[in-house]
């Protein structure tokens, strides 16, 4: 079992800054994928960001040059750093962790954190 815990968000102004974490604990591994999700109101879950563990990251487009994903694979952390903030940005924030290394693909995922850019 993998627990994962967000933290981080906030109140920011447009243009602004947010650095968000990601704690794993219980039998997280390096092996898994890792990334960020987003849900806004009235909107469906969409990936933000990920990392495979070897390294390979992928960016949504519209966060592509803003958004900065890393993780930290001794303390089993995963950070999101987000610059240039827009009111579109705004949403729950949600870690995931994927188990690839299996016949089924297992998902785990934090309770999110809330977001909001707005002047």
């Known amino acids: 079992q993998v627990q994962l815990v967000e933290s981080g968000g906030g109140l920011v102004q447009p243009g602004g800054s947010l650095r968000l974490s990601c704690a794993a604990s219980g039998s997280m591994s390096s092996a898994y994928e890792m990334g960020w999700y987003r849900q806004a109101p009235g909107k469906q879950r969409e990936l933000v960001a990920k990392v495979t563990s070897s390294g390979t990251i992928t960016y949504a487009d519209s966060v592509k040059g803003r958004f900065t994903i890393s993780r930290d694979n001794a303390n089993n952390t995963m950070y999101l750093q987000m610059n240039s903030l827009k009111s579109e940005d705004t949403a729950v924030y949600y870690c995931?962790?994927?188990?690839?290394?299996?016949?089924?693909?297992?998902?785990?995922w934090g309770q999110g954190t809330q977001v909001t850019v707005s002047s």
């Open positions: 995931n962790a994927k188990n690839l290394r299996v016949l089924k693909v297992y998902e785990y």
